[in-house]
């Protein structure tokens, strides 16, 4: 069974550019999250879906952040512009609705540093 | 507010020794679930066990256990027979509800042959 894909693994970009992250889940998982990691530090959540809705987009900084997943299936989160503050690895992770629900399957993040 | 720490910044270990790995939480919920997932140098958090607020054993999974004290709410993670591939950034985490994972700052452990 093939795990959480994401791309690109490294990015670096000069900060105000645009940079979009890709994620496509573990086949039929219906929950996918992403979220953000600062240098050492846990991860924190941004976002997660259940299919195509967002349901927690609490701590998601709308202004410049967005995200969507469309067809409930792969994902795409969006940094327009990025700021230095924003380097950071981005991870995507998934959860199925039966069995193991609580346990959440991560991708290997992308690691974005902005200069 | 639900809230993990973990006061070990890094951990070392004697190759096939035991350790400890510490995480207190903080919940006012009376039902959640407990995490350990390692982190290696790639990158990946690899899930390694976890331990309902109702479950009255101590779960474990392989070299890997979890010392569940309720009352003091801690739970710590202990690893028997440290391996060199062992060495990892190792989160605690807490289950609010059905999916929210609220993560501690990790603990890096280093094991020396």
């Known amino acids: 069974e093939a795990g959480v894909v994401q791309s690109p693994r490294y990015k670096i970009i000069e900060k105000k550019q645009p940079v979009a992250f890709w994620c496509n889940p573990i086949s039929g998982h219906n929950t996918l999250y992403w979220y953000r990691q600062n240098l050492g530090q846990g991860p924190e959540l941004l976002i997660r879906y259940e299919n195509e809705e967002a349901v927690d987009d609490s701590q998601l900084p709308k202004d410049r952040f967005s995200a969507e997943r469309l067809k409930g299936v792969d994902s795409t989160l969006k940094i327009q512009p990025a700021e230095l503050g924003d380097s950071a690895v981005y991870l995507c992770a998934s959860s199925g609705t039966s069995g193991d629900t609580y346990e959440q399957y991560f991708g290997p993040g992308t690691r974005l540093t902005v200069t | 507010a639900q809230k993990i720490t973990q006061t070990q910044p890094g951990m070392f270990v004697q190759e096939k020794e035991a350790v400890t790995l510490d995480c207190t939480y903080d919940?006012?919920?009376?039902?959640?679930?407990l995490f350990w997932y390692k982190q290696p140098s790639s990158g990946e958090m690899i899930f390694l066990i976890y331990q309902g607020s109702y479950d009255e054993q101590n779960a474990t999974e392989g070299r890997y256990s979890l010392n569940f004290q309720k009352a003091r709410k801690s739970a710590n993670l202990v690893i028997s027979a440290s391996q060199l591939g062992d060495s990892a950034m190792y989160f605690c985490?807490?289950?609010?509800?059905?999916?929210?994972?609220?993560f501690g700052a990790g603990t890096r452990l280093a094991v020396h042959p």
């Open positions: 919940t006012s919920d009376q039902s959640y679930g």
């Open positions: 985490a807490i289950l609010r509800g059905y999916n929210k994972l609220i």
